[in-house]
């Protein structure tokens, strides 16, 4: 039973010159959350051509594809890192095959 939901306030954070995508830098966002909520917390960060790129998918084929283009972006070696998953537990790697195989 869910008693109440609230949007995050994410104003505090000062977002200029930050890459996300460095993993000090998403661990520090994802120290900050749980810091600030008192929950434990797990970012997906995506740059926007990805995000985009997705919802593309999930228009034209549906969820699953969707999960399962992410799933192939997130495992590409490219020079710079467009897909990253802080903290990186196996559960979390798990729930994204998870989604990307039952759609």
């Not at 869910?2 to 104003?11: A, I, M, N, T, V």
């Not at 810091?35 to 998918?57: D, G, I, Q």
């Not at 969820?63 to 537990?89: M, S, T």
Request: glycine share 6%.
């Amino acid at each position: 039973e869910l008693k109440g939901f609230c949007e995050p306030d994410f104003s505090g954070i000062d977002w200029r010159g930050s890459d996300l995508f460095l993993p000090e830098t998403a661990a520090r966002f994802v120290a900050w959350c749980e810091n600030h909520y008192m929950l434990p917390a797990y970012s997906l960060f995506l740059t926007k051509r990805v995000w985009e790129e997705c919802r593309e998918v999930q228009m034209l084929q549906g969820e699953k594809h969707a999960w399962r283009h992410l799933q192939k972006i997130r495992g590409q070696r490219d020079v710079e890192k467009e897909v990253l998953l802080e903290p990186n537990p196996w559960p979390m790697k798990a729930l994204l095959r998870w989604h990307a195989m039952r759609g």
